[in-house]
């Protein structure tokens, strides 16, 4: 028999199973019995009948069995039960019943070993392959057969009523218990396809966590590059023209190194300025429309510019992954403005248009040339990693000395319920 891991439930149904067949002899066997004239004096096959069962009933409910015998415990239960119920029958009517009552009690015989049969058929079409359930239910039926038949050959009509029993019984026992195990085998597959798929979907949520990791770790390396790296790299060049000048021109080394002390001390500003945006927690005390405003501002009173500023009120139910990305856009777009445009003047708008939430920052500063820096710039690289996460549209337009445009639209807004 192939092997398969134990099937839910199993041990349990083997266990009642035997304790069900020791009380059916005294709620039905007995009694049907002695309805239908075929009585057998308890006493004469109670050591036969009662000490297979009985025998079962201890090896199902007490663990130290399957403990000792593992993946063989339940075969030999099957075993066990098979032979008990053959030769229960067999010795029953040679030993037992007398020679008028021996044709009745057959038939009778081949209709209770019917149900019997068949549960044992379903307990290894519930475990076991398809070739083993043939095997077993029509080996058991067979040999049921061929020991049945000599005690009703002397009767034609019960020899043919016998003969169509036992080809009724077989035949239906084995449409059964191999019905029976094509649906456990779909079950299994099924069970399989289950457990493949939790195990891709947990290899999934690993891969996202890594993901997201890594898409947290790229911000940070643009937040650090919009602050200690401009600063630091600064501080290096002054320092180097006061090793150079330290010599021969002391006064012009100090000087510039007070603006490299100076340097330094507006980098630590930034970096503390950027570490405290990086949890975004504006858009949790004022939400996004006044965050944008914020910055807004901010950005213009450090470069000196001419603010123009539309932000529509009431940007309500609004996603949080939709708040990150339009807040974190503006600030990155609003830090390049401040630092590298030197414009101007300066316009922000935010509001709902027919193409979604639009976000629009323009500056009449010194612009670029997008071919020359794109791939290679970590502010554009950034504003187009958190425009795609969201799957928003996001539009750099500029032109050296005609200033620059940063349009993001969301086209479809999630709303939170």
């Known amino acids: 028999m192939k092997h398969h891991p134990l099937e839910p439930g199993l041990l349990q149904v083997l266990k009642f199973l035997a304790l069900f067949q020791v009380l059916g002899i005294f709620i039905l066997r007995l009694p049907v019995g ?6 057998v004096t308890l006493v004469r096959w109670l050591w036969l009948s009662l000490s297979g069962l009985f025998f079962l009933v201890i090896y199902t409910w007490i663990p130290w069995w399957q403990k000792r015998l593992g993946r063989v415990y339940v075969p030999l239960f099957l075993a066990i039960a098979s032979i008990h119920l053959i030769l229960e029958k067999y010795l029953t009517l040679f030993w037992f019943t007398s020679p008028e009552q021996q044709e009745l ?3 009778l015989l081949i209709v209770k070993l019917w149900f019997s049969i068949q549960l044992i058929a379903l307990l290894v079409a519930w475990q076991y392959s398809r070739a083993a359930v043939l095997w077993v239910s029509l080996g058991l039926c067979i040999a049921d057969g061929v020991l049945s038949l000599p005690f009703v050959m002397t009767e034609a009509s019960l020899y043919t009523l016998a003969i169509y029993l036992l080809l009724a019984r077989a035949a239906a026992v084995t449409l059964v218990a191999v019905g029976v195990q094509w649906l456990v085998d779909r079950q299994r597959q099924q069970r399989a396809a ?13 891969t996202s966590e890594q993901l ?8 940070l390396a643009r937040e650090l ?14 320092l180097e023209a006061v090793e150079a000048l330290w010599e021969v021109k002391p006064r012009e080394a100090r000087t510039i190194l007070d603006r490299a002390r100076q340097a330094t001390q507006n980098g630590l500003t930034e970096a503390r300025r950027a570490l405290g945006a990086l949890r975004a927690s504006p858009l949790e005390d004022i939400g996004l429309a006044l ?6 501002k901010s950005a213009a009173a450090r470069a000196c510019l001419q603010l123009d500023l539309d932000a529509q009120d009431h940007l309500t139910n609004l996603a949080p992954e939709v708040e990150q990305c339009v807040y974190r856009v503006a600030q990155e777009a609003l830090t390049n403005v401040a630092r590298h445009a030197d414009a101007k003047s300066l316009r922000v708008s935010l509001r709902y248009e027919t193409e979604g939430l639009t976000l629009i920052i323009a500056d009449d500063g010194r612009g670029f040339e ?4 794109d791939g290679a710039h970590y502010g554009l690289q950034g504003l187009r990693e958190r425009a795609e996460m969201l799957g928003a549209v996001l539009q750099v337009e500029s032109r050296s000395q005609e200033g620059t445009t940063v349009r993001l639209v969301v086209p479809t807004t999630p709303l939170v319920e």
Do not use: F, I
């Not at 997201?212 to 911000?219: C, F, L």
């Not at 590059?225 to 002054?238: E, P």
């Not at 965050?291 to 807004?296: E, Q, S």
């Open 225 to 238: 590059h919009d602050t200690l790296a401009h600063s630091l790299s600064g501080v290096t060049v002054q």
């Open 34 to 39: 002695a309805a239908m004239g075929v009585e």
């Open 194 to 206: 289950l457990t493949e798929a939790n195990r891709k979907l947990a290899r999934y949520a690993a």
């Open 105 to 107: 009690v057959v038939l």
């Open 370 to 373: 997008p071919a020359e820096v």
């Open 291 to 296: 965050a944008v405003r914020d910055l807004a």
């Open 212 to 219: 997201a990791a890594s898409q947290e770790r790229n911000r």
